[in-house]
């Protein structure tokens, strides 16, 4: 990025919840590309058991190695962590966490707190999105349809078979089999089952319940079941890089080859999903997608990325499933194939991402406000 000021950047990676393989993979490629722009990143990992690590200096990162390979230091607490930083001159984190404690408000408030810019959504929109339910009750309202099911929501203790029995019977009084079941504040296709039958359910419910409701007692963690919407995927990201200019990215299908939907292994299995990008759709419905997908995004208030997931049913109708703020960024992922259908290579919008997150502190401190 000829003339661009290099800054000194803390790429956050790993977490503590089910999507932390893809958030060691997204930071690996945000470390090689923020290279490749001109900055100067610092690999920074979340351990399993919360702690952070401070990955090697530049001068001795392994640049073609990623993910845990990086980290074999001391750890410390996120706050000391975080004034290390500070201490050694890092301008901005660079938010590569997917899932609960990275995409769904947490780190956003630990980082606004401490007034260290971060890239990717403010609270708000993080926490908001991550809950599945929450997501479709304001999409309800703002007119967009999405699929029609319920959120079961919290468990504070293991469910007996009887009371799974009970809620199977009282949810297919209401909704027809097949259900799509999956938990509320989860992403990255972790716990989801499509379920034909009570019988299915029930099986499912005493091998699986758990995963539908990982952190039982805490609120938002319960499960969503859902109709089974069918019809073409399609997911359509939309850049907001300076407030209120928005740009569409081209929509891309998704066709799982041999899962019945777009789940973890059809997700992450090189080879496993045929992503057509841009979508193969008639000028009038990618026109439809895109508006969709701003709609979404400005409803959330998602600057300065979103992408949405949407399906195109056979009647035409768009349905949207669900919303992300830290959509996967690996050379392969979804965003960043869009990007570059678009012109946007890699290097480019990592670093305007950074530029965002450093102009949004900047106009925070201008204000007066955390
Ligand atoms: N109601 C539904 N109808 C059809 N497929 C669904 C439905 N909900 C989820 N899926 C499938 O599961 C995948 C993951 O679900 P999604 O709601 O996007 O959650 P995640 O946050 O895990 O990506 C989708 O990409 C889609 O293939
Ligand atoms: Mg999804």
Redesign the pocket.
């Known amino acids: 990025m000829a003339g661009k000021k290099p800054r000194m950047v803390g790429v956050v990676m790993g977490g503590i919840c089910g999507e932390r393989d893809v958030s060691l993979s997204t930071g690996a490629c945000v470390v090689s590309n923020l290279l490749s722009a001109g900055h100067a990143p610092t690999p920074v990992c979340i351990h399993a058991d919360g702690s952070w690590e401070i990955g090697p200096r530049l001068a001795d990162l392994p640049v073609d190695r990623g993910g845990e390979d990086w980290f074999h230091g001391d750890s410390t607490t996120a706050r000391d962590a975080t004034g290390l930083l500070v201490s050694q001159g890092v301008d901005c984190i660079f938010n590569a966490l997917h899932g609960p404690g990275g995409e769904d408000g947490t780190i956003q408030g630990f980082l606004r707190v401490a007034g260290m810019p971060f890239t990717g959504p403010d609270v708000t929109p993080a926490a908001l999105t991550m809950d599945?339910a929450l997501t479709k009750a304001v999409l309800d309202q703002a007119g967009v349809r999405t699929?029609r099911?319920f959120e079961i929501p919290i468990l504070t203790d293991a469910r007996s078979e009887e009371s799974w029995g009970a809620l199977a019977l009282e949810m297919s009084a209401k909704l027809p089999f097949p259900w799509?079941v999956?938990p509320n504040c989860?992403?990255?296709?972790?716990g989801?089952q499509?379920l034909q039958s009570i019988e299915e359910f029930l099986s499912a419910a005493a091998a699986n319940g758990s995963h539908w409701c990982p952190s039982p007692g805490l609120a938002g963690s319960g499960f969503i079941v859902?109709?089974?919407?069918?019809g073409r995927?399609l997911?359509c990201g939309v850049l907001e890089l300076r407030q209120g200019d928005l740009k569409a990215l081209p929509p891309v299908e998704?066709r799982?080859k041999s899962s019945e939907?777009?789940?973890y292994q059809?997700?992450y299995t090189p080879g496993a999903t045929e992503e057509i990008c841009p979508a193969q759709l008639d000028e009038d419905t990618t026109r439809a997608v895109q508006e969709l997908a701003i709609l979404v995004h400005k409803t959330f208030h998602c600057d300065p990325l979103s992408r949405t997931?949407i399906?195109l049913t056979e009647e035409g109708e768009l349905?949207a499933?669900?919303i992300?703020t830290l959509p996967g960024m690996t050379e392969t992922s979804l965003i960043p194939q869009s990007a570059l259908a678009a012109g946007i290579s890699l290097p480019e919008l990592f670093d305007q991402l950074v530029s965002h997150a450093i102009q949004r502190e900047a106009m925070r401190k201008a204000v007066g406000t955390l």
């Open positions: 599945k699929p099911g799509i999956k989860l992403g990255s296709s972790v989801i499509l859902e109709e089974l919407v069918e995927e997911t998704i799982p939907f777009f789940d059809a997700k997931d399906f349905v499933l669900e992300n």
